[in-house]
């Protein structure tokens, strides 16, 4: 039985098995403050990790359409004077929220809506601002999260490698992470001279050094890119997106791959052709760090990061020393608890108290930035009676959170230990992102998601690609089945083509959640055994509602575990209906409801 939480998604280059991975330059190397990018990517995720000194501290994953940064033309459904704000379809699910003090307002007047401070804003009234009704330009800034829709703003950013245009704005303004004052004069004059008329400018941190050419053609490209907006606006009936930000791994060039990057390692020849596009583009200097790799063994497994992975979704963390920290992230905030666990020192209790507080708060900066945690965050810390060793924890606390690329406001330690920090959240944290709320426990907990486990599946099979044999048996969990399958069968045929194998996917009414097994053979094998079907067959199935969530659809189940696509059925949810079978694949089946006593498709007499 194998259950393993680990792998990669698809083969991506021919693997070379005559030389070693070393010789080929992925083995190990030298520590000192190395930075280096991972990028595995498969058909149906993107996953980038950053190593430093060969230790993960960063980890994003991208499955679906990223939402925050994108454009939208949307329209004001309801204008709430109580909340001061208001709620804007914009084509999402939920409608999105837009508070007063992000609108910029029309009658700025002779001031730049940017110069009008927030404090003005918030006393402006909502109603004066906007009408139902009323079509709005808006950008997302927060993605949807739980019950909540995305929040928007009307003060659109475009970013860009070097500086950030904001159209409707007035002011230029120097990255607070550029500490030299010399370079921060200098790059503010630049600044100034090259302003277009009506924009603002925010100069990022890696304009540092920069020439005055280099951020001009910045302001350049993103000027050409609001033109393109607008257009595409003016085109679009609302609501509608009108401008996507980049991928999830365009971003990681624009925004991290800079020149205290080492290296950058992608699995897929495609993409590693486009980020060396992008790349001769925003950064030519930085072209030769981008490595292809193309060895046997998958790239996370190479580095090891699959078993830091595995922890991500742990809810206790272990640390050197014994002691631990127990994670638990919840809607309103993210309480870390601290542990002596195994601990107990070697010297005074004090000195043993203020080691650990040191080293967890340690784990903690590298726990937030790998798990993307955001909002209200509070640790709390084994208590120390010493005033100076709580101003020693809070003083190295401030200096680690410097690394990190959020930005993150913290607290006094209290007189209980705890220190309360916000980090800026834009979305859902990693774990929320690869996990869902656990069924049986009413939301207290959380378990990996039927798309996380249906991809730990697609990476064990890649595992064993070279065992003997030409097709693949899959038995797990109905829930992970659809999820293996996919919308139509596209995920499962897309792994036949790549993996030149047949695949079988049976549910196991009896398995957990996690739990699955794969089995090689032969395609010749497995159809004697499982494909005993024949189209216009009418068999028995159990009926139920589609386990992907905001779906109506209607699937069935034999007893065997053999998933059916229903063409209808609605009204035998729950029960058991005779179905006739009109497609076979080797995964699933398309079938039509077969109305009693008539021998007719339900779909048919509708």
């Not at 070693?20 to 330059?25: D, I, P, Q, T, V």
């Not at 083995?27 to 950053?50: H, Q």
């Not at 208001?86 to 999105?96: H, K, M, Q, S, T």
């Not at 059916?564 to 409801?593: F, H, P």
Request: aromatic share 6%; hydrophobic share 35%; with cysteine.
């Amino acid at each position: 039985m194998s259950n393993l939480k680990s792998g990669r998604g698809r083969r991506s280059a021919r693997p070379n098995q005559n030389s070693s991975s070393e010789s080929a330059g992925y083995g190990p190397r030298s520590a000192g403050n190395r930075k280096e990018i991972i990028v595995n990517v498969s058909n149906r995720e993107t996953r980038i990790a950053l190593l430093e000194d060969s230790k993960l501290t960063e980890y994003r994953v991208e499955r679906e359409e990223r939402v925050v940064g994108s454009i939208f033309k949307g329209i004001v459904q309801n204008v709430l004077p109580g909340m001061d704000a208001a709620f804007v379809d914009i084509g999402l699910e939920r409608n999105a929220f837009l508070y007063v003090a992000d609108i910029i307002p029309d009658d700025a007047g002779d001031n730049s809506p940017a110069s009008v401070k927030r404090s003005e804003l918030r006393r402006r009234k909502i109603k004066d601002l906007l009408k139902p009704g009323q079509q709005v330009m808006v950008q997302v800034t927060k993605g949807p999260r739980g019950t909540k829709g995305a929040r928007v703003s009307t003060r659109i950013a475009l970013p860009g490698r070097y500086v950030v245009l904001m159209p409707e704005a007035g002011s230029v303004g120097v990255s607070r992470k550029i500490e030299d004052r010399s370079e921060r004069e200098r790059l503010r004059k630049i600044g100034d001279r090259i302003i277009p008329d009506g924009f603002g400018l925010i100069l990022r941190t890696e304009c540092e050094s920069r020439t005055e050419a280099e951020l001009k053609a910045d302001v350049g490209f993103l000027q050409h890119l609001w033109a393109d907006v607008l257009k595409t606006a003016k085109k679009m009936r609302a609501p509608a997106c009108v401008h996507k930000d980049q991928t999830l791994l365009f971003r990681t060039v624009r925004d991290m791959f800079g020149e205290n990057i080492t290296r950058m390692v992608i699995d897929d020849p495609d993409e590693y052709e486009k980020v060396h596009l992008v790349a001769s583009q925003v950064a030519p200097q930085m072209r030769d760090k981008i490595e292809l790799y193309d060895r046997d063994t998958p790239l996370f497994d190479h580095y090891g990061i699959e078993k830091e992975l595995e922890r991500i979704m742990q809810h206790k963390v272990p640390l050197k020393a014994g002691g631990s920290l127990v994670i638990d992230e919840m809607e309103a905030l993210t309480a870390i608890d601290v542990n002596t666990g195994k601990n107990v020192g070697s010297s005074s209790l004090n000195d043993t108290i203020l080691r650990q507080n040191l080293e967890a708060a340690d784990e903690i900066f590298r726990q937030l930035r790998l798990r993307d945690m955001g909002g209200i965050i509070v640790c709390d810390f084994i208590d120390m009676e010493s005033e100076a060793d709580r101003k020693k924890l809070l003083d190295h606390f401030v200096a680690g959170l410097a690394n990190d690329r959020a930005r993150t406001r913290v607290g006094r330690v209290s007189s209980l230990g705890l220190i309360e920090l916000t980090r800026k959240r834009t979305g859902e944290s990693v774990t929320q992102e690869i996990t869902e709320i656990c069924p049986m426990c009413t939301g207290i907990g959380r378990i990996a998601s039927k798309e996380t486990v249906s991809l730990w599946i697609e990476r064990d099979m890649w595992r064993k690609i070279h065992e003997a044999g030409n097709a693949f048996l899959i038995e797990c969990h109905p829930s992970v089945v659809e999820a293996l399958i996919g919308l139509d069968g596209e995920n499962v045929e897309e792994l036949e083509h790549e993996m030149r194998r047949g695949i079988y996917i049976r549910a196991n009414f009896d398995m957990e959640y996690e739990e699955y097994e794969i089995r090689s053979g032969t395609i010749e094998e497995f159809d004697r055994q499982f494909m005993g079907y024949r189209r216009a067959q009418v068999l028995e199935a159990n009926v139920r509602r589609s386990a992907f969530e905001n779906s109506n659809k209607v699937i069935g189940w034999t007893d065997s575990g053999f998933y059916i696509e229903l063409l209808d059925g609605n009204e035998y949810l729950g029960g058991r209906a005779k179905v006739c079978l009109q497609d076979i694949r080797r995964s699933y089946a398309v079938a039509d409801v077969i109305l009693p006593g008539t021998g007719a498709p339900v779909r048919s007499l509708a």
